[in-house]
């Protein structure tokens, strides 16, 4: 048997996919907590490098066709298929809505250039989602790099990160010093 019957399980989770040293683990945090139906690399490639770094990843869903992404400061659409990409800011976003039958969900973002419905998203993430766009932006810290440095060595040490990406990072957070 070659297992093309399963071919979603030779790969990686999605979020290990955008890990390292040139990835974005807020992205892969946000895919951790989220249920595909299908994957969605493609898309999620797509929207990584549309992600600045001023900007936090809060939560990511999968809709039928396509991938939204809720950061701290827009909400990225990205529809199999179809570029570019959709972005809007959050403060277009005029009112969010969720709502889950049978257990699929629905979310409507009603914005200042139209509507945008983003149906076939599994579980309750739609009201999450609209829930996570109409609450008040967290306030983000200014990261310290020295206790990123000493956590970065800690997982070193555990043998989480390899010797390469341990470098990169280590050189990245002693520039920010």
Not at 18 to 33: F, I, K
Not at 92 to 117: C, W
Not at 139 to 144: L, M
Request: zero cysteines; hydrophobic letters at 40%.
């Amino acid at each position: 048997m070659d297992g093309s019957f399963f071919p979603s399980w030779r790969r990686a989770p999605e979020g290990d996919q955008l890990r390292g040293p040139q990835g974005r683990d807020d992205l892969a945090d946000a895919v951790d907590r989220a249920a595909f139906g299908r994957p969605v690399e493609h898309e999620l490639s797509a929207l990584a490098a549309l992600l600045d770094d001023d900007e936090t990843v809060q939560q990511v869903v999968e809709g039928g066709t396509g991938v939204a992404v809720l950061t701290t400061r827009r909400i990225l659409v990205k529809v199999e298929g179809i570029d570019p990409a959709l972005i809007i800011e959050r403060a277009d976003v005029i009112r969010a809505a969720g709502r889950t039958h049978r257990g699929m969900g629905t979310l409507t973002l009603k914005t200042r250039s139209g509507n945008l419905v983003v149906d076939q998203i599994l579980g309750t993430q739609a009201e999450t989602f609209a829930a996570n766009v109409t609450a008040p932006v967290p306030e983000v810290a200014p990261a310290d790099p020295i206790a990123a440095l000493a956590d970065l060595r800690a997982a070193h040490r555990a043998g989480t990160i390899g010797d390469d990406e341990f470098e990169t990072r280590k050189r990245q957070l002693v520039e920010e010093i």
